[in-house]
């Protein structure tokens, strides 16, 4: 079965940094782009940031840019999300998701990994 | 950035009665829209991309349509197992936009 597995996530002061995490298993991971998504306590869906099968593209959500950064380990089937210059508005749970078909354009997000949560506060 | 408008936001039908839910987009999408359902307290799912295309596994009571810029998710035959949230989410231009979200329960 077909799994993405997020860790990480945890309670950090606002200004903080974070590092999350993302294994892929029992899939090929090196021919996808692959995105994060989050989703705040009781609201809906927000792209975050995605990355090229070889890194060599990355996008940011606006309300990102500049604090986050994307990465990828083919070798490892993995992807990162470093988290720096916290806020407590990037409190959520952060979802690891595959852009199918290869790509994000024209493309959709599945499978979905369980999510981690990130707890922004003082 | 393409926004993204689903409506309505909540909705409370009977098993059995047919549900439909509306996504518009800000401007023209083509058929690059996908639709999600996210039961409580679990990670979103994949339904229907391409517009129309079913998910494998999908049962067959979901189904998509329309193109442009607006689009429709329809439960023929609402069961109790489809009570969750469902977004639209557009993949024809980055940042890559979802819906608010319908929170489908029922009565």
């Known amino acids: 079965e077909v799994q993405l597995v997020e860790s990480g996530g945890g309670l950090v002061q606002p200004g903080g940094s974070l590092r999350l995490s993302c294994v892929a298993s029992?899939?090929?991971?090196?021919?996808?782009?692959m995105t994060w998504v989050r989703q705040a306590p009781g609201k809906g869906l927000e792209w975050v940031s995605s990355i090229t099968n070889d890194s060599s593209s990355m996008a940011y959500a606006d309300s990102v840019k500049g604090r986050f950064t994307i990465s990828r380990d083919n070798a490892k089937n993995s992807l990162f999300l470093q988290m720096d210059s916290l806020k407590e508005e990037d409190t959520a749970v952060y979802y690891c998701?595959?852009?199918?078909?290869?790509?994000?354009?024209?493309?959709?997000?599945?499978?979905w990994g369980q999510g981690t949560l990130v707890t922004v506060s003082s | 950035d393409i926004q993204m408008t689903q409506s309505p936001s909540s909705l409370s039908a009977s098993v059995g009665d047919r549900v439909t839910i509306t996504c518009r987009a800000s401007?023209?999408?083509?058929?690059?829209l996908n639709w999600y359902q996210q039961r409580p307290n679990k990670a979103p799912k994949l339904l229907i991309f391409g517009a129309t295309s079913l998910q494998s596994g999908v049962p067959s009571r979901f189904s998509g349509s329309g193109s442009g810029t607006e689009f429709t998710l329809t439960i023929t035959s609402l069961q109790p197992d489809d009570v969750a949230s469902y977004y639209c989410q557009q993949s024809r231009s980055s940042p890559w936009t979802f819906g608010q979200g319908t929170k489908v329960e029922v009565k």
């Open positions: 401007r023209t999408i083509n058929t690059f």
């Open positions: 998701t595959t852009c199918s078909a290869g790509r994000c354009h024209t493309g959709w997000f599945d499978p």
């Open positions: 029992a899939f090929s991971f090196s021919p996808y782009s």
